[in-house]
């Protein structure tokens, strides 16, 4: 996988979101996806210089229309919605270092000089297109990629097979760029490179759609029908195809044209609904540009809701917004990145998410931190400290004053290896398996306290050294768990290390580890905690 070897500093992107409507929870997911990993870069290798960038896509002729029918200019339409995008981001703390808009002045400078690297070196013709496009999906299709459907009113027509969207036959004069030509090309790169695109099964999908053959792709519409875009240069009759123009905006994110730009992106995200856009159209735009191609393209699957596609029409689009009123920022990330997977779509449900956060946020992260800093266990309010008499490091050593047994040195190799199997997660970009192996660890730490009893251990004053070690044993366990978790839910770990009182300069990776065997003892030896400040998150009532 590519993600274990990022260089410093990383280029991680998710595509520009469509402003045709408000964002959703399927963009929502991409860019916390995006975040995660993001944060688990500058986690591993204290890299804070990073390139992270999201944005909107705001040309095209569905944002024309949409523009139109709220009866509001293309430009006052893209304003409003971009801005929620850009609200919806810094509201749950996405760490993005840039966020374009297709509409910039620098982007515009940027598709132009593309477009006539492109046509300078004879990849651009002017010609004549027919055939079938989809303004929904602002996508041409062929007749193998369409089949007889119905529209909304009930009427015949021909609809994509991929999105189920009405398609109408187009024929008009363009510009059409020789994608037909790179077909070998981009066969080699998917051979020479299996880790382009993952999962594989993605890559299989692309592959499949290089042996049917790929057309010459129009690359602009006529201005008298589209004005709202990008111009072609030198020809104020065609505007810039939209998904040029858009996949354009990785390169002016970098700076390009200017000499010295950053390229290529370490990272593409994208949802498998506009995969060919990414693995086809924009890897042969790079190859005739020779340009280089990014490192990899991360494909994944959608989400759901109560198992059905979401639609305006069935009314069953999840608003993010709505969501965290209920669920909290924090609680939505994690139960998007706990059940969502790049392989299989998800399904989203509140109750899902109620049980989910309440169950592994309050019961088991939250109650653990709580049984183990509560004032009647440790009313001195101290991180206590480690006696090796009662755990000493090779069981069996003292066995007069050793109180732990098999389980609890069966524990503390867990907790060694688990910073390891985390970051394997991460490098394979299982995400929900990193928050598994993270919460079924916590349940044996909440095991370890059922099995030693602290709160009979409090009333006998012979047993402090016991009591201590049990309960710095489980602080431990949280703090390493709390740094591995950053990634996924920023906000309660930040109150739940503050309330440890570990630093800010003590909470990279590197101080993910177990170390009260180590030389020199524990890093918390007597550091003040704060036991008064209630739950770190509160359990969440179901409705009704």
């Not at 609200?87 to 132009?112: C, G, W």
């Not at 899902?352 to 109650?367: I, S």
């Amino acid at each position: 996988m590519v993600l274990n070897k990022l260089p410093k500093p990383s280029f991680i992107t998710t595509p520009i979101f469509y402003v045709n409507s408000a964002p959703h929870i399927g963009h929502f997911y991409t860019v916390v996806l995006a975040d995660a990993i993001h944060r688990w870069k500058a986690l591993t290798t204290g890299t804070q210089n990073s390139i992270f960038t999201t944005g909107t896509d705001e040309h095209g002729l569905k944002i024309q229309q949409a523009a139109a029918s709220h009866g509001q200019t293309p430009s006052q339409f893209c304003d409003k919605v971009s801005n929620s995008f850009r609200q919806l981001f810094q509201n749950t703390q996405i760490s993005n270092t840039d966020f374009i808009r297709s509409t910039e002045p620098r982007h515009k400078k940027a598709v132009q000089h593309f477009w006539r690297s492109l046509y300078d070196k004879g990849h651009i013709y002017k010609g004549r297109y027919a055939g079938w496009y989809s303004t929904p999906d602002e996508s041409f299709l062929t007749d193998l990629q369409i089949h007889d459907g119905v529209d909304s009113c009930g009427k015949p027509c021909k609809v994509s097979s991929e999105s189920g969207h009405s398609v109408e036959w187009m024929e008009e004069e363009n510009y059409l760029f020789k994608l037909s030509e790179f077909t070998p090309r981009l066969r080699t790169w998917l051979d020479d490179s299996p880790d382009a695109i993952i999962p594989g099964k993605f890559s299989h999908i692309v592959k499949q759609w290089l042996k049917e053959g790929l057309p010459d792709l129009s690359v602009s519409r006529q201005r008298s029908r589209l004005p709202w875009g990008v111009q072609v240069p030198d020809d104020p009759t065609q505007t810039v195809y939209v998904w040029l123009d858009a996949l354009v905006n990785y390169l002016t994110v970098g700076g390009y044209p200017a000499p010295g730009h950053t390229w290529p992106a370490d990272i593409h995200i994208v949802g498998k609904d506009i995969l060919k856009f990414h693995a086809i159209y924009w890897p042969a735009f790079l190859m005739a540009a020779k340009l280089p191609l990014p490192g990899q393209i991360i494909c994944h699957s959608h989400w759901t809701v109560g198992g059905q596609k979401m639609s305006k029409s069935k009314g069953n689009v999840v608003d993010p917004v709505e969501a965290m009123k209920t669920f909290t920022v924090d609680g939505l990330r994690y139960f998007l990145l706990k059940e969502g997977t790049l392989q299989s779509d998800a399904d989203y449900h509140d109750h899902k998410v109620l049980k989910t956060v309440n169950a592994d946020l309050a019961d088991t992260l939250g109650n653990l931190l709580s049984r183990t800093t509560v004032k009647s266990l440790n009313p001195t309010g101290k991180y206590p400290p480690f006696h090796l008499s009662v755990f000493p490091h090779i069981h069996g050593d003292l066995t007069d004053t050793c109180r732990m047994g098999e389980e609890d040195y069966t524990m503390i190799e867990h907790l060694q290896g688990l910073p390891g199997v985390v970051q394997g997660y991460y490098e394979d970009v299982k995400l929900y398996k990193s928050l598994e192996a993270i919460i079924l660890y916590l349940k044996e730490v909440n095991t370890f306290l059922q099995r030693h009893k602290p709160w009979l251990l409090r009333k006998d004053p012979a047993e402090t050294p016991y009591l201590e070690t049990v309960l710095h044993t489980a602080l431990e366990s949280v703090r390493v768990c709390g740094i591995l978790l950053q990634p996924v839910v920023p906000q309660l770990t930040d109150d739940l290390l503050t309330r440890l009182k570990v630093g800010e300069d003590e909470r990279g990776f590197a101080f993910a580890r177990w170390t009260p065997w180590d030389e020199g003892g524990s890093i918390f030896k007597t550091a003040d905690i704060d036991g008064s400040l209630g739950p770190l998150f509160t359990r969440i009532q179901e409705n009704g």
